[in-house]
Every structure is written in C-alpha cells, then in structure tokens.
C-alpha cells in the first residue's frame, strides 16, 4: 500500500484518497437513505438517534464514520447489520432492503461490533470453528477459509489458546476474523481498534486495506481516533444523529486552511500551561498538545497576532502555521457549544492544601515482581513517581502494565520487591495507603442500576466520610463535573462522556493525594478526551499526584514523564521529549511518542 505523507508531525500516513471527481466507478454495497430512528423512553420523551442520514459504502473503499458520543454512529451501524428496525428511510445491503430481506442481508456482512461476542473459554480455533457453523460456511471450504484468516491476522500460532487468555489486539484480531469467515462483501466495522495499543491498532489497518484493496471488500467504520479518518477514502461525519458533511479527507482539511498554528513554549514552561492559559479564549477553537508543542485552531474571523499578546514575556510561545489535520478540520467543523469544553482547570479538587510539596516521591517501586505460576509477567520494574507530576504508564497489550498499575493500586499482590504510596508501605499496610488513593477503572464499574447521586452517597459512606463532609463533596463533584441534571438518572443509562465525569467523581470523593487513571478515554469521543485532560492538568497544578495508563499516544504529550514496557520489563524512562528523541532520525528528526513507541516496542531501537 502506498501512503501519502504531508510532512505535518503527528500525521498518521493516509492511504490514497479517494477523490470526488475519481473515474473508476465503485459498486454501491451500502446505501443508507433517510434514515431516521426514535427510541421510545420509559420516563422521558422519546429520544431521536438519526435524523434524515444519508450516505454510501463502496467496494474497494473505506468509509470512515466519525462523530461524538451520541452521533448515532452505532445505530446507524446496527441498522445496517440487520439488528435494529429504522422509524423511516431505509438501509439497502447490495440492493437488498436490512428489514425485508434480514437473513440474505446479514449473509451478505461481516459485522464486528464495539463489544465482539468472542467465547473466553474456547480456543482460537473453536471460536472460529463455532462462528463458521453459526455463518453455514461448508466443510470443504472452511480448512481453506480458517488458514487463511489465521494467516492473515498473525494468529496461526496461538490456534490453541484460550480466547480469554488473549491480550487486547489479538482478541480484536481473532473478532475481525470471526466476522470474515463468511468472505463478506461489506464490512461493518464498529470502532475496532478501542482499547488497543498502538502496534495493533496498525495491524489491524494492514487486514483492512488487505482485503480492500486485495478483496475489493467495502468497508463502513466509525473510530473514536481521528487520525485514523485521515486513512480513510470517504468520511462521514454524525453529529447529534445529523449529517454535518462528507467528503475526503483532504477536503475537510481545505475548510481550515491557513486557521491551525503550532505554539512551542519557551524553556521551562509546560506545553500543558500553555494550553491551559488558550483553552478556554472565544478566538480558540481547539488547544491540544502534540510533540511538545500546542497545537491551535483558530475560529474563521479570529487575529492570530493575538494569540499570545496577553501572556507574560517569560510564557509566551514562539508560533509557527502549520497545514491542518482532519482532526483539526473535525473540532472546527462540530457546534461550538459541543466542542468547547465547560471547564475551569485550576477550580480546587481538595477541601485542604495536600501537604508536602512539588517533586516529593509519592509513588515509589522497587524492584517490583509478579509472577503467576511460572510466567513472570512483571520482572524486578524500579521507578518514581513524584508529587504533582502526570506520570504515564505505557506498553503494548500483554506488556504487564495492567498487572503493574493493579499492584501499585493495591487491587493486586506483589510478588516481590517493595511498593510505597504517599509514605506508606503497601505490602505492609495497604489498607492506610489506599486511602489516599484514588482509583478510576478502564471499564465503567459503579452501580448502573442506581442513581448518580445514590453512587455518590454509597462510596463516600464506603470511603468512611461523615454526613457533613459527604454533603459538601457531593455539592463538590455536582458543580465540578456539570452532573446535577443527571442526579436521578440510573449510572447506566449516561451519555459516554457523563458516565466518565461520575467514576472521575467517584474517585476524587474522598480527596485523595494520588490519582490512579486505567485508561480512562478508552472509547470516549474527542470531546470528552479534551475536557478530561483539560480537568486533569487543573488537579495536578494544585499538586496531585496523577499515574494513567493510555494506549491514545497523543495523550502521553500530557504526562511529565511516562514509563514504557514491554514483557513486564522497562524499554524506557523520560520526559515527551526523550522518549522521541530515540526514534529521531536523519529521515525522521521530529518524530512523535507514537512513532518512538513503535520503534520501542518493534525493537527497531533499544533504550
């Protein structure tokens, strides 16, 4: 596959886009026709998904579909699939209409939803056995078809392993394949490459544009990472169950020419200060952090020559006008009001100053074992964390991150070496070092059942806080995190980026002095990503202590320092800008963390 690369830092190479004026005409798979769908609520009214969609798939293409939580991307897909019946319009499959000729249309589909239904006790190869029985592909074909899948997606050799014994890529692997083995003319790709690291999110690209350009299979694929719509043919872009436009990448990209400026902070100044001080100024359109720099979109009317104007001499940036990205040409293009994220960093998380001061060791590893049976899965790992300080957590899936974060958390026992949290021994008093902590899971873990102001009472009573303090805490997250028109919504039934304020809530309840964040934006729209980091740099200015685990590479510009691992081991240790200094080369000299992780993780360079 060749790929198109403009130079900018950051920029994911695309594959050739597709142009509107392209000679070579595509057979139309997917054609999605007014569509409308309205859910029914129990005690609401009724809440409308899509509004009048329209849009095409072709063979041989990828169509990317893109917007933020509640878009209607996943409703739209599941209509396509045959799952779900519209309110009006129609979904037509190859010509065949998803709610008349349901069965033909599904034959007709590969369909990998965000959740894929992979069976944890079956093997690689009884998983695909099974889902060959459910698609009726024959015996004589399916040796042929299971070998060339296994082959494709780099699994032939794990065909005995458990599913469940997996790490994330490869179960996303083994979910692409299951959803292939029926050879799929159209695939339906629900944001596939959440929650996996960035090696594998490429891996899974390569599959795709395999069979697309190989195959001449039609892809339909919403993502949650804009960089990956700049891979795409064709983009559609949702937003509040409406379409605001589509097109190639490279035209979004035209609509802020001239608009996006790169800001490099002057020594000794946080890229993160920066962004705080433009975040929240009417002429900012977006603000966000790429290779230790900020990166800048401006609104249509706005006087670049004030960016900076008001910023003291020892904070102002040198700028620099760079050619835009699609995600620069996505923040501009979706209502302000959406975009702009309702934050005030720097607003106190602690009713009380925490003691101690700016580079104290609050975490602190030494030497730090986990075995399980004979597998060393975390091996002698010896690192700092410091008050005050963004430290990053990273690897590829299987590395022994999670085993890593668990163990510094206290959800996980060590099986050597020594852990310290806020001055406390772990290993020896866990319960008082716990109790400075706080512990945000990746996967949405409060009650979904009750109510969000019932959560809050429930763990601040399970925090041991008294019904004054609790009382004023729970006054605190309401008017922090914008919850109190959900506070009698049931968790579960929360808009993505809701459901991520309540467990951050849930998490600072008892103002703890320590952070602990297990990839917190998995899966969460760009929206929510940039409110969440924007509340994130505010809590660790006024000195608490932030440990995150993230596979979005963009979001390790934020950590001070950040660990990288592999096979339970340190690859590397540093500051951004270290980190990328191991992968500058003579062909590369700006290179980004993720091109640096890559090359780490890849043994292209050794640390």
Partial sequence: M?????????????????????????????????????????????????????????????????????????????????????????????????????????????????????????????????????????????????????????????????????????????????????????????????????????????????????????????????????????????????????????????????????????????????????????????????????????????????????????RRPSIERVAPTFEDAFMALIPKSSARPDVSPGKPVHGNVPTGKNGDPMVRSDALLKRFGDFEAVKHLTFDVHRGEIFGLLGPNGAGKSTTFRMLCGLLKATGGDIQVAGRDLRRSPARARARLGYMAQQFSLYRQISVLENLKFYGRAYGLDKTCLGRRIEWAFTEFDLYRWKDHAAGSLPGGYKQRLAMAVALLHEPEILFLDEPTSGVDPLARREFWLRINGFAQQGMTVVVTTHFMEESEYCDRMLIMSRGEKLALGTPEEIRTLARTADNPDPTVEEAFVALATGEVNQ
């Fill in 2 to 314: 060749n790929c198109n690369n403009t130079g900018e830092p950051g920029q994911t190479p695309s594959p050739p886009a597709a142009s509107t004026e392209d000679p070579i005409r595509k057979e139309t798979l997917l054609a999605v026709i007014d569509l409308v769908k309205t859910f029914a609520g129990k005690n609401a009214p009724p809440a409308q998904a899509l509004r009048g969609v329209s849009l095409t798939a072709e063979g041989g293409r990828v169509t990317g579909l893109v917007g933020a939580d509640g878009a209607g991307k996943t409703t739209l897909m599941r209509i396509a699939a045959g799952l779900l019946v519209p309110t009006h319009g129609s979904v037509r499959v190859s010509g065949l209409d998803s709610t008349k000729s349901t069965i033909a249309v599904q034959r007709r589909i590969g369909y990998m939803p965000q959740k894929f239904g992979l069976y944890q006790d079956l093997t690689v190869a009884e998983n695909l056995d099974l889902y060959a029985d459910l698609q009726g592909v024959l015996q004589s074909q399916r040796k042929r078809q299971v070998e060339r899948l296994t082959r494709m997606t780099g699994l032939s050799e794990f065909n005995g392993r458990l599913a469940g014994a997996l790490s994330g890529g490869m179960k996303q692997k083994l979910g692409l394949a299951c959803s292939l083995i029926k050879s799929p003319r159209l695939l339906l790709l629900d944001e596939p490459t959440v929650g996996v690291d960035p090696v594998s999110r490429r891996e899974l690209w390569r599959i795709v544009y395999n069979l697309v350009e190989n195959e001449d299979v039609g892809v339909l694929l919403s993502t949650a990472y804009l960089d990956e719509a700049e891979r795409c043919h064709h983009v559609v872009v949702l937003h509040d169950g409406q379409k605001l436009d589509e097109g190639p990448p490279d035209a979004f990209k035209q609509q802020v020419s001239r608009r996006v400026f790169l800001l490099r902070p002057p020594a000794g100044v946080k890229p993160r200060q920066i962004q705080t001080d433009l975040a929240s100024r009417d002429m900012i359109v977006d603000a966000t952090i790429r290779s230790g720099r900020v990166r800048v979109v401006v609104a249509r009317d706005a006087d670049s020559d004030a960016l900076t104007a008001d910023l003291p001499p020892s």
